[in-house]
Structure formats: C-alpha cells, structure tokens
C-alpha cells in the first residue's frame, strides 16, 4: 500500500535553497548612506542596475551625496527614504543606532530592515565587540521595530573595495540572519545582484551578535596583512 492509499500527504520536494526571488525592481534606501559603507553599499546596489535611494538627518547632505554618486541615486532625509523603499538598509554609526530607529518606527513600519551595523569599541588594543543588552545591534533592532521585518546582513564588506570604481566584483558572502524564510531569501538574492557577492542564510537574529562581533577579527587580519579581508563559506 503506498503512503496515498494510506489517507497521508505525500511532503512536497524540499525548495533549493540557492533558488531566490527576483528583486530587481524593489527600492532600497540606506540609512546612514553619507557614511563610507551606507556610501559604498549604495554605489554598488546601483552600479548592479538597483533603485537606490540614500537617507541622511539632512535631506541637503543626501542629495549632495546621492549626486556625486550619480547611476540614478536619490538622495532625502532618513523618514522620506524610509518610506519610499521597499528594503530599508540600516548602515548608521552604533552610537546613534537606537535613536534613529526610535524616530523612523512609523516610517518603517511595514518594511524589510536590513541591519548591518556592527557594534564596536576601540582602545590601544584594537578593535573589539560590543554586546548590546538585546544581544546584538540586529536584536536592538527587532525590539525597537516591532512592526517591521527585520533582518542582518552585509556587516563584513570592506567600505574600501565598494567605493572603489576599479574593482569590478567583491569576491565575498553575505551572512544574512532573520526570522522569516521570505524575508532573507530576499536580502540573499539582493546580495547576489552584486558581482562576486554571495548570500548566505547563517540563522536566526538570535545569532547576529557573533557575526557582528567577528568584524573585530577582520580589522585585526586588514591591519596585519595590510588587506581588505572579507568571508568564503566552503562547501555550501
């Protein structure tokens, strides 16, 4: 007797997970997009054929930015792009991390987050991580954003090589953490419209505060090496 003649479903195939939406026609604001990384995340999400609008506190400093970048950048202030985007990326310094998620929560109500802030200290040492009292930025995030969707991703690129108009791809993955399968099948297959870039689903929020904090250990190997180091994840 087979499993249908016994009243049961048959489970359907298990989804490839290299298979992703399409997302080439969604707006992506970034948050803190005047910054050396919001600034180089910017400029190649457009290079990669994206709508692209930049946020900043002053919609002139936005603008004057999203010009120099030109490829059909926008620039506005941080509420006027959070509510015209489809996937809002957060690319703000720590220190005001909170505050400006505090004062966008209508904005981004409804909205994909993209956070990829990393939380650092720096003292004679070094750099070194910072644990957040909700865990991680990304958690910081989730709690202060209870009516969006948030995700983690792109906290291991190297401002250096995205603002780079030479260098033609960034030979790097994306670890890309979030609640919701939808939701960061999305953030992989926008990580993937840039050349060289792969994302890589690497769990839930709840494990965002060790890939933030592993950014410390990259500024270790780009001082030694005098290099610009990012991640591969073998064998996936």
């Not at 603002?163 to 609640?179: R, S, Y």
Request: net charge negative; charged share 25%; aromatic share 4%.
């Amino acid at each position: 007797m087979t499993s249908t003649d016994s009243g049961s479903t048959p489970k359907p195939p298990a989804k490839d997970p290299w298979e992703l939406p399409d997302v080439s026609d969604l707006t992506v604001g970034v948050l803190g997009g005047t910054g050396d990384q919001g600034r180089g995340l910017a400029y190649r999400l457009a290079r990669a054929g994206q709508k692209v609008i930049i946020g900043s506190r002053a919609a002139e400093r936005a603008e004057s930015a999203a010009a120099e970048l030109g490829l059909g950048v926008e620039g506005a202030d941080n509420a006027g792009c959070a509510r015209r985007s489809d996937i809002v990326v957060i690319a703000v310094p720590w220190e005001g991390h909170a505050k400006t998620l505090e004062s966008l929560r209508d904005e981004l109500a409804g909205k994909l987050v993209v956070d990829c802030v990393n939380p650092l200290g720096f003292d004679k040492k070094g750099a070194y991580a910072l644990k957040p009292e909700e865990g991680s930025a990304a958690e910081q995030a989730a709690a202060l954003l209870p009516a969006s969707r948030v995700t983690a991703a792109f906290h291991h690129l190297s401002a250096v090589l995205l603002q780079d108009p030479a260098v033609e791809q960034i030979d790097t993955d994306v670890m890309v953490l979030g609640e919701v399968r939808a939701d960061t099948d999305i953030v992989q297959a926008l990580a993937a419209r840039i050349p060289g870039m792969r994302g890589v689903f690497a769990g839930r929020l709840r494990n965002a505060h060790q890939v933030e904090s592993l950014v410390a250990n990259l500024i270790s190997v780009n001082r030694r090496y005098k290099a610009h180091a990012g991640l591969r994840v073998t064998d996936v």
